[in-house]
């Protein structure tokens, strides 16, 4: 387990409000202080135009929930200075897990996503997803009794899988890496082992999610792409995350692209994206010009010892995802793309091919304040992501109004 006091929280923005708003509740003034902004009570007042004593009302309510606490005294002209409060954001806790192809990544946070314990393990997503979901349980069963917390304390739990996801229902929706899951209610499986909301959404979403939150927080329209065993790209555009009508937008490794024509792909078709540029297809071209690779580490090794056909081939899997970023980028038109998933640890072999198509065949209009960088966030990004996913929803007006409502009952 890694104990990580210094992980770096996300900050969410202030909600807008007006003093207009009806009905402008406990709940709705706590969104407004989820920025971790301290704030006295006449600064509330101002905030929402609500009166001193209903805010007052509002403050001991979420106090006494926990949710807010007092944190220090503003600075006076003169008089009695006048005491702050802030979000507390150790008043619950949550659980977040990345689960990749054969690897899945665990941790426990607090309500502003900073990471109080950590685990990292090996799995086989392609094993029965009961089997899947209980070393998960057993995983998070163990952070806990390591840290000291009880299940009773954990808020949500958010999970990140490698594959389409109904985001509605959480269920996985013919995900070729996971023979078994189609359809498979992940939610439910969980919740029998913990009595919480368990939210369930793909890798790439969650990545997306986790990049802009810990490096990119005033960046309203970006792609987040996954280059690994499979590719696929998490959408932000006006600062929502954008999963399409039925959860599959992003999943750009199926789009086909010119030099893949006769080339067969996992999901029956020919020619797609991933067939070509994935991590397998990479090591599998080099194998058949002689090297000796099998897996992702393997390539990423060889180029960083400079195997020149392992760097030219890197760089022409990078002008393929390029060919079909190009075509993200007229249609969405992002400020940042980034490039995450264990392919783009090649770095700037592979980012330099992408740049190279999308920079020459985009529309200078397109792409004049465009950026295509490498993830910064690394393999951290998916359970950041996750945690957020868990925390939205936890700490949503609705979500504690619920909470909230039981308790008084």
């Known amino acids: 387990m890694k104990q990580d006091g210094a992980s770096k929280s996300y900050r969410r923005e202030a909600v807008s409000v007006s003093s207009q708003t009806p009905g402008f509740g406990a709940f709705e003034i706590f969104q407004l202080m989820r920025d971790g902004k301290p704030r006295t009570r006449a600064e509330l ?33 003169g008089g009695r200075p006048s005491s702050q409060i802030a979000f507390n954001a150790g008043a619950g806790i949550v659980a977040a897990a990345d689960l990749g192809a054969t690897h899945a990544t665990i941790a426990i946070t607090d309500l502003a996503g900073n990471r109080i314990a950590e685990t990292h393990t090996k799995l086989e997503i392609s094993d029965r997803p009961d089997e899947v979901l209980t070393s998960l349980a057993e995983n998070v069963t163990s952070l806990l009794k390591q840290i000291g917390r009880d299940a009773s304390e954990l808020m949500a739990i958010g999970i990140g899988l490698p594959g389409p996801v109904e985001h509605d229902t959480g269920k996985p929706s013919k995900p070729p890496l996971m023979p078994g899951w189609d359809g498979f209610d992940v939610p439910a499986a969980m919740r029998k082992k913990f009595q919480v909301p368990i939210l369930v959404d793909n890798d790439v979403n969650i990545m997306a999610l986790g990049e802009r939150a810990a490096q990119s927080p005033d960046t309203d329209h970006m792609i987040f792409v996954k280059v690994a065993t499979g590719i696929g790209a998490g959408i932000i555009s006006g600062g929502q995350l954008q999963r399409g009508a039925d959860g599959t937008a992003g999943d750009i490794g199926h789009i ?83 490039i995450g998933g264990s392919m783009a640890e090649a770095g700037e072999y592979l980012i330099a091919g992408i740049r190279e198509v999308v920079y020459s065949r985009s529309t200078p209009i397109a792409t004049q304040h465009l950026t295509i960088e490498q993830s910064h966030s690394g393999p951290q990004a998916g359970v950041i992501g996750a945690s957020i996913l868990a925390i939205e929803h936890a700490l949503s007006a609705e979500r504690l109004e619920s909470l909230h409502s039981r308790r008084t009952a």
Request: hydrophobic share 45%; net charge positive; aromatic share 0%.
């Open 256 to 338: 086909p692209i010119s030099r893949g024509v006769l080339v067969p792909c996992s999901c029956g078709n020919m020619g797609c994206l991933e067939a070509l540029a994935s991590g397998p297809a990479v090591a599998a071209a080099l194998r058949k010009n002689g090297a000796d690779v099998r897996t992702v580490a393997d390539v990423i090794a060889l180029v960083r010892a400079g195997d020149l056909a392992a760097i030219q081939t890197v760089r022409q899997a990078g002008r393929d995802i390029g060919e079909v970023l190009n075509m993200c980028v007229s249609i969405i038109n992002p400020s940042v793309i980034t």
């Open 45 to 77: 007042t101002a905030q929402t135009g609500l009166s001193r004593s209903t805010i007052g009302a509002r403050i001991d309510t979420l106090s006494e929930l926990g949710l807010v606490k007092p944190v220090s005294y503003a600075s006076s002209t």
